[in-house]
């Protein structure tokens, strides 16, 4: 399982990292949401990972670390806020300067 | 009487002369609102100082930052009240000179609100028993001082004198900063009691030259001192009631009162003989004799304040206690008769409009009183009989005749003394001379000069009578103020000495009369002298300075400019290397990677899950130019990993994230609607090549290090968490009270900024113009039916179903998963769901759309709880609770926690709506415009 996790932060973060990497705001986007996904699993899994032991207590006789979930969970809507700002900056620039580049001027051809 | 009292009584004045402004044009109430509270600061000092010429030394402290042994600590002892005095005495005089010297159409109450700033900073230097706070003080000065010689910012001069100041002063205050921390160090307290107590300490320490160069730094650019005294002729581009003040008086004294305040700590050695003495010397003759070729009057001035300067850094470079003793005095000379010699030369700039020496002449004849004013002071300045210039000056010679530390060159410096002395005479000579005989004025500006108004006289008058008293009668007038000072200076007992007029007939006196003929003899010789000094070449600080200042600027945009290129493409891609390469620098140190560890079993389901959410992810990422398939295939992935959560035993995650998902898709699809449907391919090859190695790298990376770490032994710290979590949080969900309860604090931070990002995008979609796109990528034109019936019917009726379950796991989240951001997010999507099936009418035609309100609502509601916890003694955001017993429901349990939640409900909701609502107002404004 854990191989699993590990492989599941690996590609999210790959995917993340090369679409932060392109030109245009909207890849951009998708690309911190894919990094953000990765980052909240790595975090969460930086606690172990247990099967059926939800940190309540008297529930489970070997609970899971509560602590990185609430970090997390603060973290996942923190994210939505990121994602939103960006969004609607990618929005503003795409109104006052007429495209979607993320330097804001169209492409010089070979630069990017 | 709390001496921090004393001290913060300027800087609330501060606040009056501005206010007064406001009320009244009346420039005489301004000033005495501008004097009111330095005047009482000066009153209030009059108990604490009987008890300082009692012997004793006063202490008051605050606590400000223990960590950091930084304390409000003030002391006063009889140097910090000479100083004291100075700075609140001649503050006063200057604020009624001021009074007459600004124009009725200059901004006064500014002026006054900068020069009390300034006193304040200055008493603060001057009182501070803490070498931090002492630092913190010393920059206050130097910015008011920025500020005040800047007071006529539409001169590029004061403009220029004022960077000019501050960049100096400014790289010496940070020289001091880091003196006294290492000075802090090696005795192992900022206290200056201390710090002056362990003398040897310091003095014996491996980083002795270190401490001393720093804060010798610090003192040299502050007080002028060679090679740093270009900036103080430049500061004579302020008001002169500033020069005054800040440039004769006080600030550029502050120097020379932290040589003599740190005088028991670093004094005594050969190293400070050399560097204090030997700037001293240079200072003192190169300024001297400079001053005598300005034909500014202001500027001669200013080149002697900084040889006088220069004089008192030598006294306390010899090391001798008794010369310690004669800087302390000449510092209280030098202020009175100098502060009297500017505001003197501001009457005259004021009655004849220029202060060219060059063409005031003869104005005996028009301003006799004012004149004799002047020459006093100046007679004062030259060290003539009777005036108190002479008796230091004479202590001054005495000591340059004992001093044996240069050896069998011990000479020097009574040769260098009395030609300091010459120079001196010769421009206080030239002073008199030129400016008050000489012949007659030449093309003033204003003719013909007359007196001033009666009360602009009596600053001078007040200071040239003290220059006469103590001349005349030193033991009756000055002696008991300089001996306190002088013993709190030598932080122990005071040599022998009297002060007297007549010493009878010795070398000293000799020395004075040598400087008093041969000065005399140099201004008869003046045109000759003129002369020689026009031919030589002329450098002007102002302007090497300024151009060494852009070619710094130059350079800094030169390497700024290659590095921020203006392409966030490059910045990211050289963040995320760096990630790269510390990863990878970073991995031989961990132990090796190994398959052969413990591990949950794999199974079916999950081998299907991962293999999903990794074809989503890289699809989402291969599909990128075709936006509307990569955001399908990103919601598929936030899913899965919301599957994820579930499996883990996260519930809380899982609800979290799947709602995000909801409004996250909602977000980008509505988005979508304004941006263009498709990437184009623009980069290279070789950079698609360079960011898929990147993004492997750092995946491969990541992906390695949680794998370790998950296999690791780890330890945690939530069993506490988990063994309080019902006793002291009062719910059983631990993620929850972790949430709302243990880390509150951080819950309540993270609110606040989901509120604020609400509010930067409100702020950036107000007025913003964006015209929509009437088709799709392939050309067919988006569906004219804008609320389709079936998901208008469905969605009416799941509204109040879904507040329902949001009020459901918002009530049991403390004890179950669940919670106000889950509930929220509940609620959000619900209401999210209105808006797309029936339109933003019809919603705001059925509820308020204004969201600002709900965050704010939500972020007061859990600061206030937090605040809530003061009221009884407890610290902020501790939570209470109590179990309630009511009829049919039963018993349950209530937590202030429970509040605190609705505040965190509040503001998602709030921030959720306001963002989507919001945007989705923007295709509304989009098709009216198109309609109209």
Known sequence: MELLVAIIIGVLVASGVYLCLRARTFPVVMGLTLLSYGVNVFLFAMGGLKINQVAVVGMSPDPTDPLPQALVLTAIVIGFAMTAFLVVLALRSQGELHNDHVDGKPDDGGRS | ?932
């Open chain 2, 1 to 932: 009487m709390n001496l921090a009292f004393v001290v913060m009584l300027p800087f609330l004045g501060a606040f009056l002369p501005p206010l007064v402004e406001r009320v009244t044009g009346n420039r005489t109430l301004l000033a005495c609102g501008a004097a009111a509270l330095p005047a009482l600061a000066l009153a209030l000092l009059f108990n604490p100082a009987r008890q300082v010429f009692a012997g004793e030394t006063l202490h008051s402290t605050l606590r400000w930052i223990p960590s950091l042994d930084l304390s409000l600590a003030f002391r006063l002892d009889g140097l910090a009240l000479l100083f004291a005095l100075l700075v609140l005495g001649i503050g006063l005089l200057v604020i009624l000179y001021a009074r007459y010297y600004l124009s009725a159409k200059e901004k006064a109450g500014r002026f006054y609100a900068y020069l009390l700033l300034f006193m304040g900073a200055m008493l603060g230097v001057v009182t501070s028993d803490n070498l931090l706070l002492l630092v913190v003080f010393w920059e206050l000065t130097s910015l008011s001082s920025f500020l005040l010689i800047g007071f006529w910012g539409h001169q590029t001069g004061a403009r220029k004198g004022a960077r000019m100041a501050m960049t100096v002063t400014g790289m010496g205050g940070l020289a001091l900063l880091a003196g006294v921390l290492l000075m802090g160090n090696v005795v192992g307290s900022f206290s200056l009691q201390t710090v002056l107590e362990s003398g040897d300490v310091i003095r014996a320490s491996s980083w002795y030259p270190v401490i001393l160069c720093l804060v010798l730094l610090g003192v040299f650019t502050k007080s002028a001192q060679f090679p740093f005294h270009f900036w103080l002729p430049h500061a004579m581009a302020a008001p002169t009631p500033v020069s005054a003040y800040l440039h004769s008086a006080t600030m550029v004294k502050a120097g020379v009162f932290l040589l003599a305040r740190l005088y028991p700590a670093l004094a005594g050695t050969d190293l400070w003989f050399m560097l204090v003495s030997l700037a001293g010397m240079m200072t003192l003759l190169w300024a001297a004799f400079v001053a005598l070729f300005q034909h500014d009057l202001k500027g001669l001035l200013a080149y002697s304040t900084i040889s006088h300067l220069g004089l008192i850094t030598l006294l306390f470079g010899l090391n001798s206690e008794m010369a310690a003793v004669a800087a302390v005095f000449h510092i209280i000379n030098h202020a009175t008769f100098k502060a009297s010699l500017f505001m003197a030369a501001g009457i005259i700039d004021h009655e004849t409009g220029t202060r060219d020496m060059r063409r005031i002449n003869g104005l005996w004849k028009y301003m006799p009183y004012t004149a004799v004013l002047a020459m006093v002071a100046s007679a004062a300045m030259a060290g003539v009989p009777l005036l108190n210039g002479f008796l230091s000056k004479e202590m001054f010679f005495t000591e340059t005749l004992q001093s044996e530390q240069l050896g069998a060159l011990s000479w020097l410096l009574p040769l260098g003394a009395t030609l300091g002395g010459v120079f001196s005479v010769a421009y206080s000579a030239r002073f008199i001379h030129d400016v008050f005989f000489n012949g007659e004025p030449v093309n003033l500006p204003k003719y013909p000069p007359h007196e001033p108004p009666r009360y602009m006289k009596v600053p001078v008058e007040i200071l040239v009578a003290l220059c006469v008293a103590v001349g005349v009668f030193p033991a009756i007038t000055v002696a008991g103020l300089l001996a306190v000072a002088a013993a709190a200076t030598l932080g122990g007992d005071l040599p022998e000495y009297h002060l007297a007029i007549w010493h009878g007939f010795n070398l000293p006196l000799v020395m004075s009369f040598i400087a008093l003929f041969g000065g005399i003899f140099i201004y008869s010789q003046r045109r000759r002298l003129f002369d020689l000094w026009a031919r030589l070449p002329e450098v002007d600080a102002k302007l090497v300075f300024e151009g060494r200042i852009q070619q710094l600027g130059r350079v800094a945009s030169a390497i700024t400019g290659r590095l921020q290129n203006g392409s966030l493409q490059s910045y990211v891609a050289w963040a995320v290397t760096l990630v790269a390469v510390i990863l990878l620098t970073q991995m031989w140190h961990l132990p090796a990677l190994s398959l052969d560890v413990g591990m949950l079993p794999m199974d079916g389901v999950a081998i299907l899950c991962t293999a999903m959410l990794v074809a989503a992810a890289l699809l989402t990422t291969f599909l990128h130019r075709h936006r509307m398939t990569s955001i399908m295939s990103l919601s598929v992935v936030g899913l899965m990993v919301s599957l994820l959560f579930v499996r883990f035993s996260a519930p809380d995650l899982a609800l979290t994230q799947l709602s995000v998902e909801v409004v996250t898709m909602l977000l980008l699809m509505l988005a979508m609607y304004f941006l263009p449907v498709r990437t184009q391919v623009e980069s290279s090859s070789v950079r698609v090549l360079r960011d898929v190695l990147l993004a492997l790298v750092v995946g491969a990376g990541v992906a390695v290090l949680a794998f370790l770490v998950m296999t690791g032994e780890t330890t945690t710290i939530s069993q506490f968490f988990m063994d309080n979590s019902k006793s002291g949080g009062g719910g059983t969900n631990v993620v929850n009270v972790i949430l709302v309860d243990f880390r509150g604090f951080d819950t309540f931070g993270e609110i606040t900024v989901l509120g604020v990002a609400a509010m930067g995008i409100y702020a950036l979609l107000k007025d913003l113009n964006l015209a929509s796109a009437k088709y799709d990528s392939l050309g067919r034109p988006w569906a004219a039916d804008a609320h389709p019936l079936v998901l208008v019917t469905i969605s009416r009726p799941l509204l109040p179903l879904a507040l329902l379950i949001a009020v459901y796991i918002f009530l049991r989240g403390h004890n179950l998963p669940g919670g106000g951001f889950v509930a929220g997010l509940i609620t959000s999507v619900a209401l999210v769901l209105q808006y797309v099936a029936s339109g933003v009418g019809w919603v705001h035609s059925r509820m308020p759309g204004d969201y600002h309100p709900v965050v704010a609502m939500g972020v007061l509601l859990a600061g206030l709880t937090g605040v809530g916890s003061w009221v009884f003694d407890y610290p902020f955001l501790t939570s209470s609770f109590t179990y309630v017993s009511l009829p049919v429901i039963g018993k349950f349990e209530l937590a202030t926690a429970m509040l605190f939640d609705t505040g965190v409900f509040l503001t998602v909701v709030g921030a959720t709506l306001l963002m989507l609502a919001n945007l989705g107002k923007l295709s509304l404004l989009d098709d009216k415009r198109e309609n109209a």
